[in-house]
Protein backbone atom coordinates (compact mmCIF):
# COMPACT_ATOMS: atom_id res chain seq x y z
CA UNK A 1 0.00 0.00 0.00
CA UNK A 2 1.40 3.78 -0.61
CA UNK A 3 0.46 6.43 1.16
CA UNK A 4 1.07 10.29 0.64
CA UNK A 5 0.72 12.29 3.45
CA UNK A 6 1.21 16.23 3.49
CA UNK A 7 1.77 18.61 5.96
CA UNK A 8 2.30 22.58 6.30
CA UNK A 9 -0.85 23.83 6.00
CA UNK A 10 -2.41 26.44 8.09
CA UNK A 11 -3.48 30.03 8.79
CA UNK A 12 -1.61 32.97 7.33
CA UNK A 13 -1.68 36.62 6.75
CA UNK A 14 -1.35 37.92 3.36
CA UNK A 15 1.81 38.68 2.14
CA UNK A 16 3.07 35.73 3.85
CA UNK A 17 4.90 32.40 3.10
CA UNK A 18 3.82 29.02 3.86
CA UNK A 19 6.07 25.40 2.89
CA UNK A 20 4.38 22.35 2.10
CA UNK A 21 5.82 19.15 2.50
CA UNK A 22 4.40 15.37 0.83
CA UNK A 23 6.37 12.47 1.92
CA UNK A 24 5.16 9.15 -0.48
CA UNK A 25 5.96 5.69 1.62
CA UNK A 26 5.18 2.34 1.47
CA UNK A 27 5.60 -0.29 -1.76
CA UNK A 28 7.08 2.02 -4.45
CA UNK A 29 9.08 0.86 -7.01
CA UNK A 30 9.84 4.20 -8.80
CA UNK A 31 7.84 7.96 -9.07
CA UNK A 32 7.63 9.74 -12.12
CA UNK A 33 5.95 13.00 -11.97
CA UNK A 34 4.45 14.79 -8.53
CA UNK A 35 2.35 17.67 -7.89
CA UNK A 36 0.20 19.98 -6.27
CA UNK A 37 -3.38 20.64 -6.43
CA UNK A 38 -5.72 22.76 -4.88
CA UNK A 39 -9.79 22.80 -4.78
CA UNK A 40 -11.57 26.09 -2.74
CA UNK A 41 -14.66 25.36 -2.00
CA UNK A 42 -17.49 25.03 -4.47
CA UNK A 43 -14.66 25.30 -6.67
CA UNK A 44 -13.25 22.25 -8.86
CA UNK A 45 -10.15 20.83 -8.16
CA UNK A 46 -6.60 22.33 -9.89
CA UNK A 47 -3.22 21.57 -10.85
CA UNK A 48 -1.26 24.26 -9.22
CA UNK A 49 2.59 23.30 -9.81
CA UNK A 50 4.24 19.77 -10.65
CA UNK A 51 7.62 18.01 -11.43
CA UNK A 52 8.76 15.14 -12.82
CA UNK A 53 11.47 12.53 -11.73
CA UNK A 54 13.69 15.05 -14.11
CA UNK A 55 13.17 18.33 -12.45
CA UNK A 56 11.06 19.78 -14.96
CA UNK A 57 8.48 21.83 -13.51
CA UNK A 58 5.02 23.63 -14.71
CA UNK A 59 2.89 25.97 -12.99
CA UNK A 60 -0.47 27.51 -12.80
CA UNK A 61 -0.37 30.49 -14.24
CA UNK A 62 -1.86 32.22 -11.06
CA UNK A 63 0.79 30.99 -9.02
CA UNK A 64 3.86 31.61 -11.04
CA UNK A 65 6.56 34.03 -9.82
CA UNK A 66 5.24 33.06 -6.19
CA UNK A 67 4.91 29.50 -5.75
CA UNK A 68 7.82 26.83 -6.00
CA UNK A 69 7.80 23.29 -6.79
CA UNK A 70 10.69 20.82 -5.38
CA UNK A 71 11.31 17.48 -4.65
CA UNK A 72 13.82 14.90 -2.89
CA UNK A 73 13.75 11.94 -4.90
CA UNK A 74 16.23 9.94 -2.15
CA UNK A 75 13.25 10.88 0.61
CA UNK A 76 9.99 10.12 -2.14
CA UNK A 77 9.05 14.16 -0.66
CA UNK A 78 7.87 16.75 -2.52
CA UNK A 79 7.82 20.04 -1.65
CA UNK A 80 5.66 23.60 -2.31
CA UNK A 81 6.82 26.80 -0.88
CA UNK A 82 4.44 29.71 -1.19
CA UNK A 83 5.72 33.04 -1.30
CA UNK A 84 3.27 36.41 -1.56
CA UNK A 85 0.15 34.64 -0.55
CA UNK A 86 -3.14 35.93 -1.36
CA UNK A 87 -6.59 35.46 -0.06
CA UNK A 88 -7.58 33.79 -3.30
CA UNK A 89 -4.88 30.61 -2.41
CA UNK A 90 -6.95 29.53 0.34
CA UNK A 91 -8.06 25.82 -0.55
CA UNK A 92 -7.67 22.55 0.51
CA UNK A 93 -4.04 21.95 -1.16
CA UNK A 94 -3.58 17.76 -2.20
CA UNK A 95 -0.13 15.75 -2.82
CA UNK A 96 -0.27 13.98 -6.36
CA UNK A 97 2.49 11.67 -7.46
CA UNK A 98 2.38 8.94 -10.71
CA UNK A 99 4.23 5.93 -9.35
CA UNK A 100 4.52 2.30 -9.42
CA UNK A 101 4.47 -0.40 -7.10
CA UNK A 102 6.95 -2.67 -8.80
CA UNK A 103 8.36 -2.61 -12.01
CA UNK A 104 5.83 -5.07 -13.32
CA UNK A 105 2.88 -2.81 -11.60
CA UNK A 106 1.17 -0.49 -14.24
CA UNK A 107 1.59 3.91 -13.33
CA UNK A 108 -1.05 4.23 -10.64
CA UNK A 109 -2.53 8.10 -9.35
CA UNK A 110 -1.90 8.75 -5.43
CA UNK A 111 -3.29 11.08 -3.45
CA UNK A 112 -2.82 12.67 0.00
CA UNK A 113 -5.85 13.61 2.56
CA UNK A 114 -5.26 17.34 1.85
CA UNK A 115 -4.10 20.41 3.72
CA UNK A 116 -5.82 23.29 4.41
CA UNK A 117 -3.99 26.71 3.15
CA UNK A 118 -6.42 29.81 4.52
CA UNK A 119 -5.23 33.14 3.92
CA UNK A 120 -6.58 35.91 6.09
CA UNK A 121 -5.95 38.92 7.70
Known amino acids: QVQLVESGGGLVQPGGSLRLSCAASGSIFSIYTMGWYRQAPGNQRELVARITNGGGTNYADSVKGRFTISRDNAKNTVYLQMNSLKPEDTAVYYC???????????????WGQGTLVTVSS
Open 96 to 110: NADLRRTKYDPALDA
